[in-house]
């Protein structure tokens, strides 16, 4: 992430759209991908190896504002890639092709739509904003500027997940009418801790990591991963890992915006300084009378049934079980007189009633592999030849949108139906002012003139 200078901070919007007129290398056959990375910690570390993996792009800049990070990286690396505080100064560079940003949430949506109108592509990482304002905002920005873009939902661009969604989609397991997703972490006893509040290290600007966010104390589990603990940088695991899976459920339903959403949940078991659940609920209703939840649990193993603690789609011929490294198909069986199993009463009439059970579709199994590589491959190709991203900034627009509607549900304790072509809530106008907030003056959303 990047120091900002906060008295020159509102010059970039103006400055960024003429940059964006003249902006646009054409890439050769033979040319790499020039590649200026935003945020270089934790996941970061882990996106820049994705791309190291490939050998037609090379990443020339660097910017975090933690020093250790950029040292780190520069080292990994190697050829004395330029270093930045400022991501602007690594947005000013003409000759880079596209940027990677994994700064924590709140940050998504400046330095993306700042990106767009600096002329440089964007694979921006999960969840794609902190508000579903700030994420119709960096759509707009991509489609303004023609910027190809990719967020950071890997399983788009893997296979063995791709033939599950398109199996679900077609009706292989018959009719949906449930779509189960689990994050399941035993955080007990200490979770995050409750570090008091203090002075930031000498190598962290602390109000330049906050950013847009409220000015705050430091505190350290306020920084880094744990910023997902709190409301001003993030929405927690159903951000984070739940967008994943909401992504699948999205793919695999053809349906990309719920109709309703309510959640309960709470700090049951937790007594650290995190301000998110541990243990949260939530329920969305989808076209075609589909019930979609998310379950947090805060357990040292899956609960009995549920295959490898992921996703499952319960349909009226067979469960389908998403889990890390494949998917598998259960039938369900059914006898020959169903109506006698299923209903009791006529058991007594129906002599061997339990016999010739056969299932209604064939059992499968397939291994496969989700891998940020993968994902950075086909960001990659589409930079050369402009096409649409596995993960468009659309789809990772709505997967988010589906996750913190969630959480607003939870915070404002309601039952809200949600409009997805406007993008609010309908019954409960008083919740729509969850979909944005405003940004700590200077920083604001560029306006796109």
Same mark, same amino acid.
């Not at 509040?197 to 602390?206: F, I, S, V, Y």
């Not at 939840?293 to 789609?313: C, L, V």
């Not at 199994?365 to 989700?370: E, I, L, M, N, P």
């Given at each position: 992430?990047?120091?900002?200078?906060?008295? !020159?901070?509102?010059?970039?919007?103006?400055?960024?759209?003429?940059?964006?007129?003249?902006?646009?290398?054409?890439?050769?056959?033979?040319?790499?991908?020039?590649?200026?990375?935003?945020?270089? $910690?934790?996941?970061?570390?882990?996106?820049?190896?994705?791309?190291?993996?490939?050998?037609?792009?090379?990443?020339?800049?660097?910017?975090?504002?933690?020093?250790?990070?950029?040292?780190?990286?520069?080292?990994?690396?190697? =050829?004395?890639?330029?270093?930045?505080?400022?991501?602007? $100064?690594?947005?000013?560079?003409?000759?880079?092709?596209?940027?990677?940003?994994?700064?924590p949430d709140h940050w998504h949506a400046l330095q993306t739509i700042h990106a767009c109108q600096a002329?440089?592509?964007?694979?921006?990482?999960?969840?794609?904003?902190?508000?579903?304002? +700030?994420?119709?905002?960096?759509?707009?920005?991509?489609?303004?500027?023609?910027?190809?873009?990719?967020?950071?939902?890997?399983?788009?661009?893997?296979?063995?997940?791709?033939?599950?969604?398109?199996?679900?989609?077609?009706?292989?397991? =018959?009719?949906?009418?449930?779509?189960?997703?689990?994050?399941?972490?035993?955080?007990?006893?200490?979770?995050?801790?409750?570090?008091?509040?203090? +002075?930031?290290?000498? +190598?962290?600007?602390?109000?330049?990591?906050?950013?847009?966010?409220?000015?705050?104390?430091?505190n350290m589990n306020r920084t880094f991963y744990r910023f997902r603990w709190f409301y001003d940088y993030?929405?927690?695991?159903?951000?984070?890992?739940?967008?994943?899976?909401?992504?699948?459920?999205?793919?695999?339903? =053809?349906?990309?915006?719920?109709?309703?959403?309510? !959640?309960?949940?709470?700090?049951?078991?937790?007594?650290?300084?995190?301000?998110?659940?541990?243990?949260?609920?939530?329920?969305?209703?989808?076209?075609?009378?589909?019930?979609?939840?998310?379950?947090?649990?805060?357990?040292?193993?899956?609960?009995? $049934?549920?295959?490898?603690?992921?996703?499952?789609?319960?349909?009226?011929?067979?469960?389908?079980?998403?889990?890390?490294? $494949?998917?598998?198909?259960?039938?369900?069986?059914?006898?020959?007189?169903?109506?006698?199993?299923?209903?009791?009463?006529?058991?007594?009439?129906?002599?061997?009633?339990?016999? =010739?059970?056969?299932?209604?579709?064939?059992?499968?199994?397939?291994?496969?592999?989700?891998?940020?590589?993968?994902?950075?491959?086909?960001?990659?190709?589409?930079?050369?030849?402009?096409?649409?991203?596995?993960?468009?900034?659309?789809?990772?627009?709505?997967?988010?949108?589906?996750?913190?509607?969630?959480?607003?549900?939870?915070?404002?304790?309601?039952?809200?139906?949600?409009?997805?072509?406007?993008?609010?809530?309908?019954?409960?106008?008083?919740?729509?002012?969850?979909?944005?907030?405003?940004?700590?003056?200077?920083?604001?959303?560029?306006?796109?003139?």
């Open positions: 992430m990047a120091y900002i200078n906060r008295r !020159a901070f509102t010059r970039t919007a103006a400055a960024g759209v003429a940059t964006a007129l003249s902006a646009g290398r054409v890439l050769g056959a033979g040319d790499r991908v020039r590649l200026g990375f935003i945020g270089l $910690g934790n996941r970061g570390d882990q996106v820049l190896d994705a791309f190291r993996a490939h050998s037609d792009c090379e990443v020339v800049a660097i910017c975090d504002l933690y020093q250790p990070y950029l040292d780190f990286a520069a080292a990994k690396i190697g =050829g004395s890639p330029q270093q930045f505080k400022d991501y602007r $100064g690594l947005l000013d560079r003409k000759d880079l092709d596209a940027v990677v940003i994994s700064t002329g440089k592509d964007v694979y921006v990482e999960k969840p794609l904003s902190l508000c579903v304002e +700030e994420g119709r905002r960096m759509v707009a920005a991509a489609r303004k500027y023609d910027r190809v873009t990719q967020v950071g939902l890997q399983r788009r661009s893997s296979e063995f997940v791709r033939t599950a969604a398109e199996l679900v989609r077609q009706g292989a397991i =018959g009719k949906v009418t449930v779509a189960r997703a689990f994050h399941i972490q035993n955080e007990w006893p200490r979770g995050i801790g409750n570090p008091p509040n203090g +002075e930031p290290p000498l +190598e962290l600007d602390w109000d330049a990591w906050l950013g847009p966010a409220p000015r705050v104390p430091y993030s929405g927690g695991q159903l951000t984070n890992f739940g967008v994943h899976y909401l992504d699948v459920i999205h793919w695999a339903l =053809g349906h990309d915006a719920p109709l309703a959403v309510t !959640a309960m949940g709470g700090k049951f078991v937790m007594e650290d300084n995190r301000e998110i659940p541990d243990t949260l609920e939530v329920l969305w209703t989808y076209p075609g009378n589909t019930l979609v939840s998310f379950s947090q649990f805060n357990a040292s193993s899956a609960p009995a $049934g549920i295959k490898g603690g992921e996703i499952e789609f319960r349909g009226t011929k067979g469960t389908l079980y998403v889990q890390g490294n $494949g998917f598998e198909i259960v039938p369900e069986n059914v006898t020959p007189n169903e109506f006698a199993v299923r209903n009791p009463a006529n058991r007594n009439q129906e002599k061997g009633w339990r016999t =010739g059970a056969k299932p209604l579709i064939e059992a499968r199994q397939v291994k496969g592999k989700q891998d940020t590589a993968d994902h950075a491959r086909n960001f990659l190709d589409c930079v050369r030849s402009r096409a649409r991203c596995n993960c468009d900034i659309e789809v990772g627009h709505r997967d988010t949108s589906a996750a913190l509607i969630g959480n607003i549900a939870h915070r404002t304790r309601l039952y809200l139906e949600w409009d997805g072509k406007t993008e609010k809530f309908t019954n409960q106008p008083t919740a729509n002012r969850y979909l944005s907030y405003t940004y700590r003056p200077p920083y604001e959303l560029p306006a796109l003139a």
